[in-house]
């Protein structure tokens, strides 16, 4: 049985998915400035309102761990980094190379640093889950409307095939390792091989499938010139507005 794709679009009837566009593209980049500015305290905080959503929109933690998997590696690699190249007073202990030593100011800095790409990721995960492309695409032509220079249909598209082939990278990453298993080729000792026997294939699928999706577009004559898609606000985005200020003044003066 396929498995749901925590980054694909899913139907909704709660809040979040009822929501005006719009105040999800400025609620969402009003909490990622905030999140850049967040201390322990502001993180939990937020973090523990994003479990919220998650559980609004359906989201279950496990499923979103599993399929962020590698998301996690990428992080516990940040840490270690942060760990090392911080300098601090108080070191805890030092590697067999001299001068590569971990101090408690590098762990809290990288604790930080890694619990903020987290929140983000949550972020986007919600925001990839809850909005068509087709109505990403609107809202990113209504904001860049007002900007002279700018070809907002154009941006628009392309902020749209961008959500759409998010996805799609997984499920080919998630095609590619089932293919794998099945030859038991992921019994390969070696990680170099194994990145490269997994990366090398998803790469081509993916650049397979957008130059498919371009020939698509262009035998069936797609133009930017396309009536616009009406909003239709739900009447909550006053509150989702209010939480998202709030949060950003906060976490800037404290």
């Not at 998915?17 to 993180?43: E, G, H, Y």
């Not at 619990?115 to 972020?123: K, L, N, Q, S």
Request: aromatic share 12%.
């Amino acid at each position: 049985m396929a498995q749901l794709n925590p980054l694909l679009y899913r139907f909704g009837t709660s809040v979040l998915f009822n929501l005006d566009v719009r105040c999800k593209v400025a609620s969402v980049c009003l909490m990622s400035i905030a999140v850049a500015q967040a201390d322990f305290t502001a993180l939990a905080f937020i973090t523990s309102l994003l479990f919220i959503f998650l559980h609004i929109s359906g989201l279950t933690l496990s499923e979103l761990a599993h399929d962020l998997r590698y998301f996690f590696v990428f992080l516990g690699v940040i840490f270690i980094v942060r760990s090392i190249v911080t300098p601090g007073t108080s070191n805890l202990f030092t590697f067999f190379i001299p001068g590569i030593t971990v101090s408690m100011e590098g762990i809290i800095d990288g604790a930080k640093i890694c619990w903020r790409f987290m929140a983000v990721m949550i972020m986007g995960t919600l925001f990839s889950a809850t909005i068509r492309p087709s109505d990403l695409k609107g809202a990113v032509e209504w904001f860049l409307k007002p900007l002279p220079f700018i070809p907002e249909k154009r941006a628009g598209v392309m902020v749209s095939l961008f959500i759409r082939f998010l996805p799609l990278i997984l499920q080919k990453a998630g095609e590619v390792s089932d293919a794998r298993k099945a030859r038991c080729v992921h019994l390969q000792k070696s990680p170099f091989k194994r990145m490269a026997g997994v990366g090398i294939p998803v790469l081509e699928k993916i650049f397979r499938s957008a130059d498919t999706l371009a020939a698509a577009m262009e035998s069936r004559c797609y133009s930017d010139e396309r009536r616009e898609k009406p909003f239709h606000p739900s009447g909550n985005e006053p509150y989702f507005y209010t939480i998202s200020i709030v949060i950003l003044i906060i976490t800037v003066i404290y």
